[in-house]
């Protein structure tokens, strides 16, 4: 490991707790004390009969050890894996014994073959495991602060005769000892975050099965850091991001390899195109089995390599996962690394039909061999899972070595874009809300833009031309795939659906019917059933929902889409297109998301915009943080405007410029003035003590009931910066000196000096 992996992990530790992710110190080892103080080795030890079972294994019991290890998350102790490692997921089972809620038997074995133990079995089973732990931890007690991997290696092979029941391998086991010696047991609770964590370090594991083996070389990295285990690991955790899987795909043989369009389309692949769209097979129970049958009628294979096949199909289509690397293989020779970025996708035309999309990493201009090159050479999609392999590819991704470049593909969305396309897909209409400025308009428009290109285009939205862009916003004569509309008190049935509207005729007033905004994009998508459609609908409750919608307010709904209602003015049969998507946007300040009709809120998924710190980093005043300054108001608005005061905040938006964050003095003193002041004020209903409360007394005169508006009249910001950080004064930071100050200030010193000497 080099000394750049041990920085990364410093700075991403230092921005961690910047960011208020991490735990404080002090309330790190509070916790560890606390945990230690209840659940000692000695206090295990003095535990007998149904007060042991009871404090080792109740899940149910609050004051228990299995239920801090796994659940304990409070002021007293939090559990969860920002502190101490997290041991979620499995059943019960996992801790060996536990007491069944359901009728208060202890119960021991698997889930397919669980055991109903007495009082006095549950005692002995809970008396062999208590002496175990116990053991266990004697052993690691004795370890010293500077053991070597090989004394690990030595406390792995103890443990291992020592614990019963294959504790060494149990997540729980090795969190209990962590929390007891974190300087001793690293916080990941898991062989398959351990494994990462070395690899991504460019360490290879000594033994790659072994919790305490690879805790010893772990902890050899914490200590290089010279950070708290449990920060190192959350740091680790940021910096390399969850584990990954690593997949051989074979790309054909030499005869007939499409490695070629694999590498041009960005994808992998693998055969047998005749099973058809492999989703179809999903609803049955024996997937498997069926895919079997398939290949022996299709491919005339017998059993045994129907099988054999089968199973690697199963394996690309639900094995592999966004984020997993691929390895694009001819025989034993390596010719792509990826890294997957696309569900399962079945593509006719190519001969290679069921495919995923990749971001190639590395292309190789000469194929590179790994160390166990043969293996599942033979397999179209095989995991790796031997180390050696595995370390290799890790280097291979990192390393500059001679590769070709390859024109990037079509990411997945990320951040709040990818959360509306998820709720999109799953029940056709979505709501953004929040407090004002955080961005509620911005995303509709951003997510229904980029997916109406990548629908229409296969192009991200800023790579369109004009032309293309004017066919997805429509412009003065035809309108576009995503349209926007406004809800407001006066907006009703006759706008949204159809009405019936006068117009001048021949100097005569005239009434004629005429169709609404979703009634038209609803036509227009049932015309064009192969296209996407998307209606935003702005301040969606600021109109009288039941009223704007009427009876279609039903079949809006996924599973009534293209059902058909007879319209009561014009008579004519309609129904909602499955094309059509609707986004709505909410501002909480004007109406709580729990006002909003019952029935919209059922056909409607909703995402809560908040305001995002992030996005002002390294943003400064004269020495005012812009993200910490915002988060403080923010923090003083929740404190004095009551219980809704959490929708009040002031988001993100009103800082930012063309989606960057403003840098201008003068820009920000007018949004300040213009901008912040007013939306308080209005906030406060003119209570001047209330809003000095939240602007501070340096903005606020009470006594003159008046905002100090002097402040912002000179072109120098130094006074209403000092005036905006008097209410949190320790979030300043400090201002770096030119050599012109100095200048100044050395003139100035020698100036008085003369003065002085002429006096």
Same mark, same amino acid.
């Not at 429509?474 to 809800?487: E, L």
């Not at 209570?687 to 005169?701: A, F, N, P, Q, R």
């Not at 200048?743 to 002085?756: F, G, P, Y």
């Given at each position: 490991?080099?000394?750049?992996?041990?920085?990364?992990?410093?700075?991403?530790?230092?921005?961690?707790?910047?960011?208020?992710?991490?735990?404080?110190?002090?309330?790190?080892?509070?916790?560890?004390?606390?945990?230690?103080?209840?659940?000692?080795?000695?206090?295990?030890?003095?535990?007998?009969?149904?007060?042991?079972?009871?404090?080792?294994?109740?899940?149910?019991?609050?004051?228990?050890?299995?239920?801090?290890?796994?659940?304990?998350?409070?002021?007293?102790?939090?559990?969860?894996?920002?502190?101490?490692?997290?041991?979620?997921?499995?059943?019960?089972?996992?801790?060996?014994?536990?007491?069944?809620?359901?009728?208060?038997?202890?119960?021991?074995?698997?889930?397919?073959?669980?055991?109903?133990?007495?009082?006095?079995?549950?005692?002995?089973?809970?008396?062999?495991?208590?002496?175990?732990?116990?053991?266990?931890?004697?052993?690691?007690?004795?370890?010293?602060?500077?053991?070597?991997?090989?004394?690990?290696?030595?406390?792995?092979?103890?443990?291992?005769?020592?614990?019963?029941?294959?504790?060494?391998?149990?997540?729980?086991?090795?969190?209990?000892?962590?929390?007891?010696?974190?300087?001793?047991?690293?916080?990941?609770?898991?062989?398959?975050?351990?494994?990462?964590?070395?690899?991504?370090?460019?360490?290879?594991?000594?033994?790659?099965?072994?919790?305490?083996?690879?805790?010893?070389?772990?902890?050899?990295?914490?200590?290089?850091?010279?950070?708290?285990?449990?920060?190192?690991?959350?740091?680790?955790?940021?910096?390399?991001?969850?584990?990954?899987?690593?997949?051989?795909?074979?790309?054909?043989?030499?005869?007939?390899?499409?490695?070629?369009?694999?590498?041009?389309?960005?994808?992998?692949?693998?055969?047998?195109?005749?099973?058809?769209?492999?989703?179809?097979?999903?609803?049955?129970?024996?997937?498997?089995?069926?895919?079997?049958?398939?290949?022996?009628?299709?491919?005339?294979?017998?059993?045994?390599?129907?099988?054999?096949?089968?199973?690697?199909?199963?394996?690309?289509?639900?094995?592999?996962?966004?984020?997993?690397?691929?390895?694009?293989?001819?025989?034993?020779?390596?010719?792509?690394?990826?890294?997957?970025?696309?569900?399962?996708?079945?593509?006719?035309?190519?001969?290679?039909?069921?495919?995923?999309?990749?971001?190639?990493? =590395?292309?190789?201009?000469?194929?590179?061999?790994?160390?166990?090159?043969?293996?599942?050479?033979?397999?179209?999609?095989?995991?790796?899972?031997?180390?050696?392999?595995?370390?290799?590819?890790?280097?291979?991704?990192?390393?500059?070595?001679?590769?070709?470049?390859?024109?990037?593909? %079509?990411?997945?969305?990320?951040?709040?874009?990818?959360?509306?396309?998820?709720?999109?897909?799953?029940?056709?209409?979505?709501?953004?809300?929040?407090?004002?400025?955080?961005?509620?308009?911005?995303?509709?428009?951003?997510?229904?833009?980029?997916?109406?290109?990548?629908?229409?285009?296969?192009?991200?939205?800023?790579?369109?031309?004009?032309?293309?862009?004017?066919?997805?916003?429509?412009?003065?004569?035809?309108?576009?795939?995503?349209?926007?509309?406004?809800?407001?008190?006066?907006?009703?049935?006759?706008?949204?659906?159809?009405?019936?509207?006068?117009?001048?005729?021949?100097?005569?007033?005239?009434?004629?019917?005429?169709?609404?905004?979703?009634?038209?994009?609803?036509?227009?998508?049932?015309?064009?059933?192969?296209?996407?459609?998307?209606?935003?609908?702005?301040?969606?409750?600021?109109?009288?929902?039941?009223?704007?919608?009427?009876? %279609?307010?039903?079949?809006?709904?996924?599973?009534?889409?293209?059902?058909?209602?007879?319209?009561?003015?014009?008579?004519?049969?309609?129904?909602?297109?499955?094309?059509?998507?609707?986004?709505?946007?909410?501002?909480?300040?004007?109406?709580?998301?729990?006002?909003?009709?019952?029935?919209?809120?059922?056909?409607?998924?909703?995402?809560?915009?908040?305001?995002?710190?992030?996005?002002?980093?390294?943003?400064?005043?004269?020495?005012?943080?812009?993200?910490?300054?915002?988060?403080?108001?923010?923090?003083?608005?929740?404190?004095?405007?009551?219980?809704?005061?959490?929708?009040?905040?002031?988001?993100?938006?009103?800082?930012?410029?063309?989606?960057?964050?403003?840098?201008?003095?003068?820009?920000? =003193?007018?949004?300040? =003035?213009?901008?912040?002041?007013?939306?308080?004020?209005?906030?406060?209903?003119?209570?001047?003590?209330?809003?000095?409360?939240?602007?501070?007394?340096?903005?606020?005169?009470?006594?003159?009931?008046?905002?100090?508006?002097?402040?912002?009249?000179?072109?120098?910001?130094?006074?209403?910066?000092?005036?905006?950080?008097?209410?949190?004064?320790?979030?300043?930071?400090?201002?770096?000196?030119?050599?012109?100050?100095?200048?100044?200030?050395?003139?100035?010193?020698?100036?008085?000096?003369?003065?002085?000497?002429?006096?």
């Amino acid at each position: 490991m080099d000394d750049h992996v041990i920085e990364e992990i410093k700075k991403t530790c230092d921005k961690l707790l910047t960011d208020k992710k991490l735990l404080p110190l002090e309330q790190l080892n509070q916790g560890y004390n606390i945990f230690k103080e209840k659940f000692s080795p000695e206090r295990l030890k003095s535990l007998d009969g149904e007060l042991l079972i009871d404090t080792i294994f109740n899940i149910g019991n609050k004051d228990g050890l299995s239920y801090w290890l796994e659940f304990k998350n409070d002021d007293e102790f939090k559990t969860n894996s920002n502190s101490y490692g997290s041991i979620s997921g499995g059943s019960s089972y996992k801790f060996i014994m536990f007491k069944r809620s359901s009728d208060g038997k202890w119960v021991t074995g698997n889930p397919q073959n669980p055991t109903i133990l007495s009082v006095d079995e549950a005692v002995e089973l809970g008396r062999k495991i208590r002496d175990a732990l116990v053991a266990g931890a004697n052993l690691i007690d004795k370890l010293s602060d500077d053991a070597s991997i090989e004394d690990y290696i030595k406390l792995q092979e103890q443990l291992s005769n020592t614990l019963v029941y294959n504790m060494q391998n149990l997540g729980w086991v090795h969190k209990y000892y962590h929390i007891l010696y974190p300087n001793k047991i690293d916080a990941f609770h898991s062989t398959r975050w351990q494994v990462h964590a070395l690899i991504c370090c460019n360490i290879k594991p000594v033994q790659d099965d072994k919790l305490y083996t690879m805790s010893g070389q772990l902890m050899q990295i914490i200590k290089k850091t010279g950070l708290p285990t449990s920060y190192v690991m959350n740091s680790m955790c940021v910096l390399f991001g969850p584990p990954v899987n690593y997949f051989r795909i074979g790309t054909g043989d030499n005869d007939n390899s499409y490695w070629e369009d694999m590498k041009s389309n960005s994808y992998v692949g693998i055969g047998w195109t005749k099973l058809g769209n492999l989703t179809s097979y999903d609803e049955s129970k024996s997937i498997k089995e069926d895919i079997v049958q398939e290949l022996k009628k299709l491919y005339r294979y017998d059993n045994n390599v129907a099988s054999r096949k089968a199973g690697e199909i199963i394996r690309f289509y639900r094995n592999i996962e966004i984020g997993d690397v691929v390895v694009a293989a001819l025989g034993e020779k390596v010719l792509g690394i990826g890294k997957v970025v696309g569900n399962y996708e079945y593509v006719k035309d190519r001969p290679y039909s069921h495919c995923r999309n990749v971001e190639w990493v =590395k292309i190789f201009k000469e194929p590179v061999h790994l160390p166990k090159a043969s293996t599942g050479k033979l397999t179209a999609c095989f995991q790796y899972r031997d180390i050696d392999n595995i370390f290799e590819i890790r280097r291979l991704m990192s390393e500059e070595i001679d590769e070709i470049t390859i024109k990037p593909i %079509l990411k997945p969305f990320t951040g709040t874009v990818a959360e509306i396309e998820g709720v999109l897909a799953r029940k056709k209409q979505v709501i953004l809300y929040g407090p004002p400025g955080t961005g509620k308009t911005y995303y509709a428009e951003k997510a229904c833009c980029e997916l109406a290109a990548r629908s229409l285009f296969h192009k991200p939205y800023d790579s369109l031309s004009q032309d293309e862009k004017a066919l997805i916003l429509g412009d003065s004569t035809t309108n576009g795939y995503v349209r926007m509309c406004c809800f407001h008190p006066s907006y009703g049935y006759e706008d949204f659906i159809e009405g019936i509207k006068p117009r001048v005729a021949n100097n005569r007033t005239v009434f004629e019917l005429k169709d609404g905004i979703f009634k038209r994009i609803c036509k227009d998508a049932k015309e064009n059933s192969d296209k996407n459609f998307y209606l935003i609908i702005d301040e969606i409750n600021r109109g009288d929902i039941s009223r704007i919608f009427g009876e %279609l307010i039903t079949l809006i709904e996924v599973g009534k889409r293209g059902k058909e209602v007879i319209l009561p003015l014009s008579n004519e049969s309609f129904k909602v297109p499955d094309n059509v998507y609707i986004i709505g946007t909410m501002n909480t300040a004007d109406r709580s998301i729990a006002l909003l009709d019952v029935a919209l809120r059922r056909r409607f998924g909703f995402i809560e915009l908040m305001p995002d710190y992030s996005l002002f980093d390294g943003v400064a005043f004269e020495g005012l943080p812009l993200a910490e300054w915002l988060k403080e108001l923010n923090s003083r608005i929740c404190e004095n405007l009551g219980k809704d005061a959490r929708n009040l905040q002031i988001g993100h938006s009103y800082f930012l410029e063309k989606e960057k964050p403003i840098t201008d003095n003068d820009k920000f =003193k007018r949004i300040i =003035k213009e901008d912040i002041i007013p939306l308080i004020e209005e906030y406060c209903y003119g209570d001047y003590e209330l809003t000095s409360k939240i602007l501070g007394e340096s903005i606020v005169d009470v006594k003159k009931q008046t905002i100090r508006y002097e402040l912002f009249d000179t072109p120098d910001i130094s006074d209403l910066v000092t005036a905006l950080l008097s209410p949190c004064p320790d979030i300043r930071i400090g201002v770096e000196t030119t050599n012109d100050d100095v200048a100044d200030e050395d003139n100035d010193s020698e100036d008085n000096q003369n003065n002085s000497e002429e006096s």
